[in-house]
């Protein structure tokens, strides 16, 4: 029995009978459900015309599955079905007979998901609903189903058939394309059907399915030869045919198993002699006459019935029938006994299915033009209260039917339900039909009142944006605000305007955005106080920065005048990131403040959230990383129950600025990349890019590989010439390349006085101290001292991304330092290749610790030795089982352990080198080998010298880095500079490095 929501009893439909003619697809499909057994999943596509075999053969395929212990499920793409329809199918049918608990466990946090697709599956009741204004969820979305089919196929082994995947939703179509990327690995084969010639006239369906088919196994069917086609003769018709007569029968009907089998049903029905011969020369021309032919067989009212039927779908409730025909429900029952006794039809769940397409095509079109229009109409009228009831709203197929029948009247219905059908596929995340449909709603609305039409150009406009077409996203939004101006509606106008310009919004820089702003603040008044105060707001983001901040303060000012909490706290949020300059942080940490106690007191999480990651930021350029790093928990959690993409790929952001803190380097590159495809996918590429890169810039600056950012930096000189900080990076890449002289001619281009005073300025001031403390440039450093001054005890941070650049403080010691060195004659060379790094000895029973002038002592301790082995090896990552050893033989006697320890630490050294070059080029076995050889190495040393087998190296990692913390702890307490340089220097993991910050002569700039 087929797991679906869709109960179709197919033995006595048109077409099904024993299968022939398919032997060698057969076993190519039965091979592929083997592979699957085994763990190699895929996807196979079939295709081929309607008729010929598609379906059949899955239903074969099927059987043998499920005899191999497989579960299977169904699900089909039906024109103008809810979005997702094939996959609400299949889950559904899965959920029913398959979940388990252990299953559930399994998914986690993902069967909230899930419930997108089954609402019953919900079980944390915070977790909001997928937002249409978030495209990112999709990919969520995408995940969870992933981890479904293999939470569910690692129970037991799946099939998945995906039938007439040519009439499927585009998103539909999409989830599969993802799918096929992941499944390699698991016990689960996807089969999809589609015709291929009805997927090229929907564009976008057929150019996804040619990708998929490109990464998996196609099986084209043609028609079936001469000897196949007289079994299917035989079956039907009980006749032995003379071999001439079946090759010209072959050749006629093209092998199409349908059209052979509909032939055979009309001349076993057939009293005429000459049957046999007219039906050969007329197929396949003919083979909708034959079917259509048929319904002479039946009586007035079941003909009704099946041609009511045929209007309305695939499949049809006897009582909406009953409706349309005006029959008691006893004769409508009747009716559709008849036709499913010849052979036209088959019972649906609750009254009538046609089993294949075609025989419903070919009745439809046999209806003249001006009754298919009355029946549409009156199907229309008649099933719309249960359609839009229904648990998944049928609003698509009722805009479908009203505007066929629209000769009847009800245009005004067409753009009703096509809007409802296009907020519908919003809401479940699929876009391209949302443009379909509301953009067939738009050209049907000129008669509609204008602020409805105005609304469902704003609803297309975001629509577009969510799909990447900017460019359109654009033109309906100008068209909205034209039709507003036009019949005098400012209060609309502005309300399109905060609507475009919300955070997070591609459109809220554009031209376009500026002047619907200006135009609604034009014609507003004074009348709407709170509006005027959101508009001002938005619209000084996009102000020089002279003008911004007087015009975001204008608004704080109107917005506290009025008795309104949500615009106040919208206008304090967009005044947050207008006030960005470094004098204003007391201003945005009160901001962020009341801006959530508002958003509180309203229940508004959306602003709650926005606050949180407000709040966040402050707390960053105090320099209260831990207080940030609970709040970006707070902000990590709201934005996963809000299913907010934008934040979700900020705080994933904000994440990697705070592993680079604290300098967890793998941490913080994987995290600054998952960060930017978050960023793609909540649509906003461009801010990701930049994001990305100034975190790239301070990752690959502690990892000495700067120079790889060049061609990067002049990118983005050529995008934003106005823009120092790009400058700034592409000098520090220079320096890092040797290029000292090109990095001095563009600092002689950055006028410190001179920078925007916007959120990049302190860190861009930090930046040039860098450059001017390795140039030795002591002008620079002088003026950049004293505008960094009023600002010590801070971080300096670049912009809302947080990519954390320095603790100011500590830039002004450095510069205290160089100005020292060089003011007093000639730089001098320091042992550590330009960079005044950590020393330490051990004097008795302490560590003296010298940095920069200061001194202090620790206690000999396992982390004292750690760390005193690490600075002694300055940007050298060593092995936590390595560094055990080194410290265990420095324990012993202080020197060198000995020709043995020499020989394994000089081949753990060629390993690492081999580490490094393996993981760079992501050669991945390669990487294994090296870092088990290494472990193993060093796992042998230890256990000579310290008596003891096996160590685990996890447990040995965590010791390792705890007592690490703990001696830089000590070191803090006595002076904080030193302790900050050596959290800043210091990265710990299964390796552990030190890297001296900037210092004078630090030619990594």
Same mark, same amino acid.
């Given at each position: 029995m087929r797991h679906s929501i869709e109960v179709v009893v197919s033995s006595v439909s048109i077409g099904v009978g024993r299968?022939?003619?398919?032997?060698?697809?057969?076993?190519?499909?039965?091979?592929?459900?083997?592979?699957?057994?085994?763990?190699?999943? /895929?996807?196979?596509?079939?295709?081929?015309?309607?008729?010929?075999?598609?379906?059949?053969?899955?239903?074969?395929?099927?059987?043998?599955?499920?005899?191999?212990?497989?579960?299977?499920?169904?699900?089909?793409?039906?024109?103008?079905?809810?979005?997702?329809?094939?996959?609400?199918?299949?889950?559904?049918?899965?959920?029913?007979?398959?979940?388990?608990?252990?299953?559930? /466990?399994?998914?986690?946090?993902?069967?909230?998901?899930?419930?997108?697709?089954?609402?019953?599956?919900?079980?944390?009741?915070?977790?909001?609903?997928?937002?249409?204004?978030?495209?990112?969820?999709?990919?969520?979305?995408?995940?969870?189903?992933?981890?479904?089919?293999?939470?569910?196929?690692?129970?037991?082994?799946?099939?998945?058939?995906?039938?007439?995947?040519?009439?499927?939703?585009?998103?539909?179509?999409?989830?599969?394309?993802?799918?096929?990327?992941?499944?390699?690995?698991?016990?689960?084969?996807?089969?999809?059907?589609?015709?291929?010639?009805?997927?090229?006239?929907?564009?976008?369906?057929?150019?996804?399915?040619?990708?998929?088919?490109? /990464?998996?196994?196609?099986?084209?069917?043609?028609?079936?030869?001469?000897?196949?086609?007289?079994?299917?003769?035989?079956?039907?018709?009980?006749?032995?045919?003379?071999? $001439?007569?079946?090759?010209?029968?072959?050749?006629?009907?093209?092998?199409?198993?349908?059209?052979?089998?509909?032939?055979?049903?009309?001349?076993?029905?057939?009293?005429?002699?000459?049957?046999?011969?007219?039906?050969?020369?007329?197929?396949?021309?003919?083979?909708?006459?034959?079917?259509?032919?048929?319904?002479?067989?039946?009586?007035?009212?079941?003909?009704?019935?099946?041609?009511?039927?045929?209007?309305?779908?695939?499949?049809?409730?006897?009582?909406?029938?009953?409706?349309?025909?005006?029959?008691?429900?006893?004769?409508?029952?009747?009716?559709?006994?008849?036709?499913?006794?010849?052979?036209?039809?088959?019972?649906?769940? $609750?009254?009538?299915?046609?089993?294949?397409?075609?025989? /419903?095509?070919?009745?439809?079109?046999?209806?003249?033009?001006a009754e298919r229009a009355r029946l549409h109409h009156a199907f229309a009228v008649v099933a719309a209260p249960s359609y839009e009831a229904a648990a998944e709203p049928r609003f698509a197929e009722l805009a479908h039917h009203f505007a066929q029948g629209a000769s009847f009247g009800g245009w005004d219905k067409v753009v009703h339900y096509e809007r409802l059908a296009g907020e519908h596929a919003a809401k479940r995340l699929a876009f391209d039909e949302a443009v379909v449909h509301f953009s067939r709603a738009h050209e049907r609305s000129a008669k509609i009142d204008p602020e409805d039409r105005c609304e469902l150009l704003m609803v297309l406009s975001d629509a577009l944006l969510a799909t990447g077409e900017s460019a359109r996203a654009v033109e309906a939004l100008v068209e909205a605000a034209e039709i507003a101006r036009a019949h005098g509606r400012p209060r609309l106008l502005a309300r399109f305007a905060l609507r475009a310009g919300r955070r997070g919004s591609a459109l809220r820089h554009s031209p376009q955005f500026v002047q619907l702003c200006q135009d609604a603040l034009d014609r507003l008044g004074d009348d709407e106080p709170a509006l005027r105060a959101q508009l001002l707001a938005r619209l000084a983001a996009t102000r020089p920065s002279a003008e911004r901040t007087s015009m975001a303060m204008r608004a704080l000012a109107i917005a506290r005048s009025v008795d309104d909490p949500a615009a106040l706290a919208d206008t304090l949020l967009s005044a947050y990131h207008v006030l960005d300059g470094a004098e204003y942080l007391q201003e945005r940490l009160a901001i962020a403040s009341q801006a959530e106690e508002l958003a509180s007191g309203l229940h508004r999480r959306d602003l709650v959230l926005e606050s949180s990651d407000a709040h966040y930021l402050a707390l960053v350029e105090l320099d209260d990383l831990a207080g940030a790093e609970r709040e970006l928990s707070r902000c990590a959690l709201l934005a996963r129950e809000l299913r907010s993409g934008y934040y979700e790929w900020l705080t994933r952001t904000h994440e990697a600025a705070l592993a680079l803190a604290r300098g967890d380097l793998a941490d913080a590159e994987r995290l600054a990349d998952e960060g930017y495809r978050l960023g793609e996918r909540a649509g906003a590429t461009r801010e990701a890019r930049v994001r990305h890169l100034l975190l790239l810039w301070r990752l690959r600056r502690r990892q000495n590989r700067l120079s790889e950012l060049a061609s990067r930096a002049l990118e983005m000189i050529a995008v934003a010439p106005e823009a120092p900080i790009w400058r700034v990076l592409l000098a520090q890449s220079r320096l890092a390349a040797k290029d000292e002289s090109g990095a001095r001619e563009l600092l002689g281009t950055i006028d410190a006085d001179g920078l925007p005073r916007d959120e990049l300025w302190l860190g861009t001031l930090v930046g040039l101290a860098e450059i001017a403390i390795v140039l030795g440039d002591l002008t620079s450093m002088s003026l950049v001292r004293d505008r960094l001054a009023p600002f010590a005890g801070r971080n300096a941070i670049l912009g809302r991304g947080a990519a954390l650049i320095a603790p100011v403080t500590l830039t002004l010691e450095q510069l205290d330092v160089a100005i020292g060195k060089v003011a007093g004659g000639a730089r001098e060379p320091t042992p550590t290749g330009g960079m005044i790094a950590v020393e330490m000895e051990l004097s008795g029973s302490e560590w003296i610790v010298r940095w920069g002038g200061v001194s202090v002592s620790i206690a000999d301790s396992k982390g004292s030795r750690y760390l005193a082995e690490l600075v002694r090896h300055p940007d050298r990552e060593l092995h936590v089982a390595e560094l055990a050893m080194r410290a265990a033989g420095m324990a012993d006697d202080g020197e060198a352990a000995g020709p043995e320890v020499d020989a394994v630490r000089s081949r753990v050294e060629e390993l690492m080198d081999v580490l490094g070059e393996a993981e760079q080029r992501q050669h991945l076995a390669r990487a294994n080998a090296a870092r088990e050889s290494i472990e193993r190495l060093t796992d042998e040393m230890l256990a000579s010298r310290t008596k003891r087998t096996g160590p685990d190296i996890e447990r040995l990692r965590q010791s390792v880095t705890k007592r690490l913390r703990d001696a830089i702890k000590k070191i803090g307490a006595k002076d904080a500079l030193l302790g900050r340089h050596l959290s800043q220097a210091l990265r710990t993991g299964t390796t552990c490095i030190y890297s001296p910050l900037v210092t004078p002569n630090d030619p990594s700039g």
């Open positions: 299968l022939v003619g398919r032997e060698r697809e057969r076993l190519e499909l039965t091979a592929a459900v083997d592979e699957a057994r085994r763990g190699r999943g /895929r996807v196979v596509l079939i295709t081929g015309d309607a008729g010929i075999g598609r379906t059949r053969l899955c239903e074969e395929v099927e059987a043998y599955a499920r005899a191999q212990g497989f579960a299977t499920f169904w699900g089909h793409g039906v024109d103008d079905a809810p979005p997702y329809w094939p996959w609400i199918q299949l889950i559904r049918g899965f959920v029913r007979t398959c979940m388990t608990p252990d299953i559930e /466990r399994a998914l986690g946090p993902a069967i909230d998901d899930l419930a997108f697709f089954l609402p019953s599956l919900r079980r944390n009741a915070r977790v909001t609903e997928l937002s249409p204004d978030d495209p990112a969820a999709l990919h969520r979305l995408v995940d969870a189903v992933l981890m479904l089919v293999r939470a569910a196929s690692a129970a037991q082994p799946l099939v998945l058939l995906l039938d007439d995947l040519h009439a499927a939703d585009v998103a539909s179509v999409k989830l599969l394309e993802f799918l096929a990327l992941e499944i390699h690995d698991a016990p689960l084969l996807v089969i999809g059907s589609y015709r291929e010639a009805e997927a090229g006239v929907r564009p976008a369906v057929g150019k996804l399915l040619s990708s998929i088919g490109r /990464r998996a196994t196609t099986i084209a069917l043609k028609g079936l030869d001469a000897g196949a086609m007289a079994e299917i003769m035989r079956d039907v018709t009980g006749l032995e045919l003379d071999d $001439n007569i079946v090759k010209l029968l072959c050749r006629r009907a093209g092998g199409n198993p349908l059209f052979v089998r509909e032939l055979a049903r009309y001349l076993r029905s057939s009293s005429e002699d000459d049957a046999f011969a007219r039906a050969i020369m007329t197929i396949p021309h003919a083979i909708g006459d034959l079917i259509v032919g048929r319904l002479g067989l039946l009586s007035p009212a079941a003909k009704a019935v099946v041609l009511a039927a045929a209007v309305a779908g695939m499949e049809v409730e006897a009582s909406l029938l009953a409706a349309i025909c005006r029959l008691e429900p006893a004769e409508c029952l009747s009716s559709i006994e008849e036709a499913v006794r010849i052979g036209l039809a088959a019972p649906g769940a $609750n009254g009538i299915a046609f089993s294949q397409a075609l025989v /419903r095509q070919a009745i439809y079109r046999s209806i003249p033009v």
